[in-house]
Nanobody, 114 residues
Framework: QVQLVESGGGLVQSGGSLNLSCAASGVTTSFRAMDWYRQAPGKQREFVARATSSGNTNYLDSVEGRFTISRGNAKNTVYLEMNRLKPEDTAVYFC????????WGQGTQVTVSS
């Protein structure tokens, strides 16, 4: 059973930075891809960023150039560096992997004040 644990959320002023971390357990192989999603109040969950084991990344257009996703040296860890945060980035951020089925972390709250 895969378990994903996120950390690093918090409250920050507009223009500030936060770093999120996600560590997976329950498997011995490396995930081909690890993702970050977010869900704002009253909105659907949306894709934010993906990092593959081969080093490829892709981003939601609105975060491109401000957020950086990376895979950690430890197996099955993923980070999200968020810079120049905006109030519209306020959401619960979730770590996600697809390993035969979808696995989600419990989420971490990111709040950006204006």
């Amino acid at each position: 059973q895969v378990q994903l644990v996120e950390s690093g959320g918090g409250l920050v002023q507009s223009g500030g930075s936060l770093n999120l971390s996600c560590a997976a357990s329950g498997v011995t192989t490396s995930f081909r891809a690890m993702d970050w999603y977010r869900q704002a109040p009253g909105k659907q969950r949306e894709f934010v960023a993906r990092a593959t084991s081969s080093g490829n990344t892709n981003y939601l257009d609105s975060v491109e150039g401000r957020f950086t996703i990376s895979r950690g040296n430890a197996k099955n860890t993923v980070y999200l560096e968020m810079n120049r945060l905006k109030p519209e980035d306020t959401a619960v951020y979730f770590c996600h992997v697809l390993h035969y089925t979808d696995y989600w972390g419990q989420g971490t709250q990111v709040t950006v004040s204006s």
